[in-house]
């Protein structure tokens, strides 16, 4: 399957070096030019953080979406990183895109697409023998990284991994 991500699920596998996961578990990993600027310049850092170095994930392409008018409207909502991934995604007829922001997973959803969050692709790579636990990666995500994760969805997680 080729998938289409936003910032957060890129920001947030590369921050605890798990990366790779996406290579393995998807055909192709596409991602627009708003998303790697976002990941260049990001608005803030956690500590011991640094802009993810996309020269390290090969494997990742970078795709401009044709749909700029699309983007404008979706704009009118959601960041540009969120609405050039949910147009790129549509175009690619993609039927998932990783992506974590509520909000703009509603949008997605509205878009026809299957939103999968970071703690989604953790479950899968733990499901295809790519990882031996997830729980001190989700751990790390949100004790060092400051990441949001629902303590229900957590809990739902970790019991679906079996930890």
Same mark, same amino acid.
């Given at each position: 399957m080729i998938i289409v991500s936003d910032t957060s699920?890129?920001?947030a596998l590369a921050y605890i070096e798990k990366i790779v996961v996406l290579e393995k578990l998807f055909v192709a990993v596409v991602i627009p030019p708003a998303v790697v600027n976002e990941l260049s310049h990001p608005a803030r850092l956690a500590a011991g953080e640094s802009p993810t170095d996309l020269s390290l994930s090969p494997f990742i392409e970078v795709r401009m979406p044709v749909d700029q =008018?699309? %983007?404008?409207?979706? !704009? @009118? !909502?959601? +960041?540009?990183? !969120?609405?050039? =991934?949910? %147009?790129? /995604? @549509? !175009? *690619? #007829?993609?039927? /998932?895109?990783l992506m974590d922001e509520a909000f703009g997973r509603n949008i997605a959803i509205r878009h026809g697409l299957v939103p999968i969050g970071t703690a989604g692709i953790l479950l899968r790579a733990k499901h295809a023998g790519l990882l031996a636990e997830i729980r001190p990666l989700l751990d790390r995500l949100i004790g060092e990284l400051?990441?949001?994760? =629902? +303590?229900?969805?957590?809990?739902?997680?970790? +019991? *679906? /991994? #079996?930890?």
């Open positions: 699920p890129i920001r =008018a699309s %983007v404008s409207e979706l !704009e @009118k !909502e959601i +960041d540009r990183g !969120e609405s050039e =991934a949910i %147009v790129l /995604a @549509k !175009e *690619l #007829n993609c039927t /998932a895109i400051g990441f949001f994760i =629902a +303590d229900s969805l957590r809990r739902h997680i970790l +019991d *679906l /991994a #079996n930890e």
